[in-house]
C-alpha cells in the first residue's frame, strides 16, 4: 500500500439534506491519482477530533476523505456539547442522514483525481448509519459497518426519527459489506450481529464479518479504556484490504 | 455500547457553566459508552437548555454504583423535603411543629 505524508486538509461547505447547507473536513493526499474515496459518517459523540484523524488516517493510505457535520443543524460549539443537545433534541433523523451524506458522496464524486469508486465507512451510531446509507442509496462501492448499535430494532424503539430497523433494509443492499465486531459488545450484541449476518446470508449479500475476543464497543478509540491494540490492528489490516479489492479501479 | 437507553424530561431550574448560570429546558438521563471517563459505560446526566447555544450544559458521566447512590440520595432529600412541605408550609400545617436537623 502507498501512503501520502503530503495531503491538504480543510473545512469545506457541502449541500445536505434539502439543499443545508453544512460543513465537512476533508483530507485529499497530495499527488496526481487517481485515489478512490472514502466518506465518513461521525459517531454518537458527535463531529469530533477522532473522526477528524480517521479522516486524514484514510488520506495518508490514499483516498479523497470526507467527514461530514450530521450535528450542524444544531448549532456551533465543542463536540460533546453538541452532541449532548442533540441527544437531548432525540437525535438525528436517519433520512436527514442519509441526504446528507449523499453530498458527501457528491462531494467525493466532484473532485478531480477521483478514480470513480466511493466507499462509506463509520463507527458506533455512524456504522449504523453507513448500513442505513448502503441500503437506501446506489452511489457507493463498499461498505463498512464498525459495531454500529439498532441495526437490529424491536418494534418499541422505532419512531419517527429511526421508523424502519436497518436489518429490515438488508434486501436493499446495494455493496459489498465489512463488518467489524467486539465479543463483549452489548449493542450490538454478538447475538445481534448473528441475527444480521444470518439475514445478509439468505438474501445472498456479498459481505464479510470479523468479530474479535477480547474486544468491546469502540476498541479502536485509542483515547478509551476499550483501545485494543491487537485486534484493532488486525481489523484495520481487514478494513484496507476490503476497500484495496473493492474501491481500486 | 451503543444504546438506545435515554430517558428525556422536561426540567425547570438553573445550572452553571463557568462563572454564568443558563436556565433548564431538559435533563437528559443515558446509558452509554462514556465520553470522557476512562470506564466503559456510564449513566450520564446532562442539565440543558437546548433552545440556547450547546455550551449551555452542564453533564456528568456516572458509574453506575454511584448514580445508584445518588438516587438514593436524592429519594432521601425528596422525601424529607416533601415531609417538610407537608408538615411545615403544606396546607393546614400546624406552626409549631418544626423538624430540626
Request: with cysteine; charged share 25%; aromatic share 10%.
Amino acid at each position: 500500500m502507498s501512503f501520502y505524508r503530503g495531503m491538504v486538509c480543510e473545512n469545506v461547505t457541502i449541500k445536505g439534506d434539502k439543499g443545508t447547507p453544512i460543513t465537512a473536513y476533508t483530507a485529499t493526499p497530495s499527488g496526481a491519482g487517481p485515489f478512490p474515496g472514502v466518506v465518513l459518517i461521525h459517531h454518537l459523540p458527535g463531529w469530533d477530533d477522532y473522526y477528524m484523524e480517521m479522516t486524514r488516517r484514510f488520506a495518508h493510505a490514499g483516498y479523497i476523505a470526507i467527514s461530514h457535520n450530521l450535528y450542524e443543524r444544531s448549532g456551533p460549539g465543542t463536540p460533546d456539547d453538541v452532541a449532548a443537545k442533540v441527544r437531548a433534541e432525540g437525535g438525528v433523523p436517519d433520512s436527514q442522514m442519509v441526504g446528507d451524506t449523499e453530498g458527501a458522496v457528491q462531494w467525493v464524486r466532484a473532485r478531480a483525481g477521483h478514480n470513480g469508486k466511493v466507499g462509506v465507512i463509520g463507527t458506533c451510531s455512524g456504522g449504523r448509519h453507513a448500513y442505513i446509507y448502503a441500503c437506501q442509496r446506489k452511489d457507493v462501492d463498499a461498505c463498512a459497518d464498525l459495531w454500529g448499535g439498532r441495526v437490529v430494532m424491536g418494534k418499541e424503539e422505532l419512531n419517527a426519527k429511526t421508523p424502519v430497523a436497518p436489518i429490515d433494509m438488508t434486501k436493499d443492499l446495494s455493496c459489498p459489506l465489512i463488518g467489524i465486531f467486539g465479543n463483549e459488545d452489548r449493542a450490538p450484541s454478538p447475538e445481534q450481529v448473528n441475527q444480521h449476518e444470518a439475514e445478509l446470508k439468505k438474501l445472498g449479500k456479498n459481505y464479510e464479518f470479523h468479530r474479535y475476543d477480547g474486544a468491546g464497543h469502540g476498541f479502536f478509540y485509542w483515547h478509551r479504556p476499550a483501545y485494543r491494540v491487537d485486534q484493532c490492528m488486525d481489523a484495520w489490516g481487514k478494513l484496507f484490504a476490503f476497500y484495496g479489492k473493492h474501491l481500486a479501479k | 455500547m451503543c444504546t438506545s437507553i435515554i430517558e428525556i424530561v422536561g426540567a425547570e431550574g438553573m445550572a452553571k457553566r463557568e462563572d454564568n448560570w443558563f436556565p433548564l429546558s431538559h435533563a437528559v438521563v443515558a446509558y452509554d459508552h462514556a465520553r470522557h471517563a476512562l470506564l466503559d459505560d456510564v449513566i450520564t446526566l446532562d442539565f440543558i437548555n437546548t433552545t440556547l447555544d450547546s455550551g449551555a450544559r452542564a453533564g456528568v458521566e456516572l458509574t453506575l454504583d454511584t448514580a445508584k447512590e445518588l438516587r438514593a440520595a436524592l429519594d432521601r432529600a425528596i422525601a424529607a423535603a416533601e415531609f417538610e412541605e407537608a408538615e411545615v408550609r403544606g396546607k393546614g400545617a400546624v406552626p409549631t411543629i418544626v423538624r430540626a436537623a
